[in-house]
Nanobody
Framework: QVQVVESGGGLVQAGGSLRLSCAAS????????MGWFRQAPGKEREFVAA????????SYADSMKGRFTISRDNAKNTVYLQMNSLKPEDTAVYYC???????????????WGQGTQVTVSS
């Protein structure tokens, strides 16, 4: 089992950048694929990005390609989401999740953080 805690959210102007962090507990962190998802008010939770246990494979939602970068540091039990060229439509609560499958479906991730709010002003 692994517990994850997100940080790094905040208010940023359109075109700006933020880096989210996800700190995981447990010595088995290296066993897990990690994903970022987001949920805006009134909308369903959507996939943002995922990274395999060793960092060799990454996946992004189409609207994030070229703007967002997911990475991980297994020595620090941490996953990052670098977000550049932010748009108002990126405003949402961003969640970090851990699972044994490298996937883009939230149902493949049994362990979730509480989320961190990202607000992009126009």
């Amino acid at each position: 089992q692994v517990q994850v805690v997100e940080s790094g959210g905040g208010l940023v102007q359109a075109g700006g950048s933020l880096r989210l962090s996800c700190a995981a507990s447990g010595r088995t962190f290296i066993s897990y694929a990690m994903g970022w998802f987001r949920q805006a008010p009134g909308k369903e939770r959507e996939f943002v990005a995922a990274i395999s246990w060793n960092g060799r494979n990454t996946s992004y939602a189409d609207s994030m390609k070229g703007r967002f970068t997911i990475s991980r540091d297994n020595a620090k039990n941490t996953v990052y989401l670098q977000m550049n060229s932010l748009k108002p439509e990126d405003t949402a609560v961003y969640y970090c999740a851990a699972g044994l499958t490298f996937a883009d479906s939230p149902t493949d991730y049994p362990y979730w953080g509480q989320g961190t709010q990202v607000t992009v002003s126009s």
